[in-house]
């Protein structure tokens, strides 16, 4: 992702979050690619809200995960969520947890770098926010399941064409004939943990009822700053980057800074 992608992330954050950093606690690449070794990780960060970022692919007969040709595979796409609690197995397996501050969202466009953020917001219609357990994890719910699924394995992933508790479409991927879903191969997992900040920053948007599209905003960054309706607001948030990178990793001696941003 380009920084004015994550500056609208930064955007979609509850304010109480948008001037805290984010503290990377789990990788795929770096912690593997399963889903209970990802528990014990967040484990430790238990209670704090939680940022995922999600690389997937559109799944199909000759895409695999570890030996797909990128080259002539479908296009990667960037999904993720906000949830207001780190997933964990302490509320049992099944069960629904998180609050209304919950969203997912997703960047759309012909090029990634330059797609703009696709948030939906709580819609209301059910709490089923965030569910755990020992083989998979949903966020989101409703008669046609999770806006985003992932198995056991990290590997493979759904997105529903309708989740209820998001009133999302298919966050990427189109769903097969017969299927209320979009089916996916995950390249990569990441999940951020944030403190709520003494400081609540100005930066936020009101989300409507539904879907809040900010690809203007996105795009005009990755276009031209200058031209940007939001400048102002880009450019406070660059700073703010700058000043105290939000990206930090988990270290046995104390926090130390990763390359992102």
Same mark, same amino acid.
């Given at each position: ?53 999600? %690389? ?6 000759? *895409? ?23 997933? *964990?197995? !302490? ?10 501050? #919950?969203? %997912?969202?997703?960047? !759309? ?58 009133? #999302?479409?298919?966050?990427?991927? *189109? ?9 996916? %191969?995950?390249?990569? *997992? ?13 930066? =936020? !948007? ?5 879907? %809040? ?21 880009? =450019? ?26």
């Amino acid at each position: 992702l380009s920084s004015c992608q994550l500056h609208e992330v930064v955007n979609a954050l509850p304010p109480k979050y948008q001037n805290s950093p984010w503290h990377l606690v789990f990788s795929s690449d770096a912690d593997g690619y399963s889903l209970s070794h990802m528990y014990r990780e967040l484990e430790a960060y238990e209670g704090q809200a939680g940022l995922a970022f999600f %690389v997937v692919q559109e799944k199909t007969p000759s *895409t695999d995960r570890f030996s797909g040709d990128l080259k002539t595979s479908p296009a990667l796409g960037v999904i993720g969520a906000f949830v207001s609690e780190l997933p *964990t197995l !302490r509320h049992g397996q099944h069960n629904f947890f998180g609050s209304k501050e #919950s969203f %997912v969202f997703a960047f !759309r466009g012909e090029k990634q770098h330059q797609s703009g953020i696709e948030v939906y917001p709580w819609s209301g219609d059910n709490e089923d926010f965030i569910a755990c357990s020992s083989k998979f994890i949903g966020i989101g719910g409703g008669e046609h399941g999770a806006a985003i699924f992932i198995d056991s394995d990290l590997q493979y992933a759904s997105s529903s064409d309708l989740c209820q508790t998001f009133a #999302s479409p298919p966050l990427h991927g *189109t769903p097969y004939k017969g299927l209320h879903h979009s089916e996916l %191969v995950v390249r990569q *997992t990441l999940w951020f943990a944030i403190k709520e900040s003494e400081f609540v920053a100005s930066l =936020s !948007r009101p989300l409507s009822e539904n879907t %809040v599209e900010s690809a203007s905003l996105a795009q005009g960054c990755a276009f031209d700053c200058k031209d940007c309706p939001d400048h102002h607001r880009c =450019s406070y948030i660059n700073e703010y980057l700058s000043n105290r990178h939000p990206f930090r990793r988990k270290s046995q001696g104390g926090e130390s800074q990763i390359a992102g941003g």
